[in-house]
């Protein structure tokens, strides 16, 4: 299992730039990057997908180094609506076909206004 | 329209108690999940299924007995509920096996209380 590590919690100002790490050493070639967000009382949602180097959407920014064994979610000028839990999730695919999705512990992010 | 949506959103049971979560997703999607958020807000996978197949099984007590009739809907069911399976449910859904570059979507999560 590609497992990911990434900080447990997170603070800061609105208007400012929020970078999260996540740590996925055991990625696997098929694998691609997925962040979702998810506010309390909610289910998961999709926020930016990746395989390499860098993704943009309206949304955020996904950096990705060439040994792909870490990525990083960058959210830019948050609000106080970005309050929410940020997982980053590794996809695998085994010789067998199964897919096993691991999340990880997800980073809890407060914006202090 | 919800996207997936499952069904009760909240549910308070007595121990011993078979209850079960329906779910259905109106995307077109071939895969489907149950996901298990317990106290700790960690977000575990439980069940796979594409195209009406088992996929992913992982650890999970064999009280848990997930039913697709068809590619829409996957439903849990679960047996003899004991104090430890209150947790947040969530089903889930993507064009495919989620990991090869599909997006997962998610529903609105399926609030067990055991007493």
């Known amino acids: 299992l590609a497992k990911t590590t990434q900080p447990i919690s997170m603070d800061s100002y609105e208007g400012q730039e929020v970078n999260i790490t996540c740590s996925h050493n055991n990625i696997a070639t098929n694998d691609y990057i997925t962040w979702y967000q998810q506010f309390p009382s909610q289910g998961p949602r999709f926020i930016i997908q990746?395989?390499?180097t860098k993704v943009t959407n309206e949304v955020a920014s996904l950096f990705i180094p060439a040994d792909r064994k870490s990525s990083t979610l960058s959210l830019p000028r948050v609000s106080l609506s970005d309050t929410a839990v940020y997982y980053c999730?590794?996809?695998?695919?085994?010789?067998?076909?199964?897919?096993?999705?691991?999340f990880g512990t997800g980073t809890r992010l407060t914006i202090i206004p | 329209d919800t996207a997936v949506s499952q069904t009760p959103k909240y549910l308070v049971t007595q121990m011993g108690n078979d209850k079960s979560i329906k779910c259905e997703q109106n995307?077109?999607?071939?895969?489907m999940y149950w996901y298990k958020q317990d106290s700790k807000k960690f977000l575990k996978i439980m069940f796979s299924?594409?195209?009406?197949?088992?996929?992913i099984n992982e650890t999970v007590p064999n009280r848990f007995s997930p039913k697709s009739p068809d590619k829409a809907h996957l439903n849990l069911h679960i047996n003899s509920l004991e104090l430890g399976d209150s947790a947040v449910y969530f089903c889930?859904?993507?064009?495919?096996?989620?990991?090869?570059?599909?997006?997962?979507?998610f529903g609105e999560g399926s609030w067990l209380t055991v007493v």
């Open positions: 889930a859904s993507s064009q495919a096996l989620g990991g090869s570059g599909n997006t997962i979507y």
């Open positions: 995307l077109g999607h071939d895969t």
């Open positions: 299924y594409n195209n009406k197949e088992l996929i």
């Open positions: 999730l590794v996809g695998e695919l085994s010789n067998f076909g199964n897919e096993k999705l691991t």
């Open positions: 990746g395989y390499k």
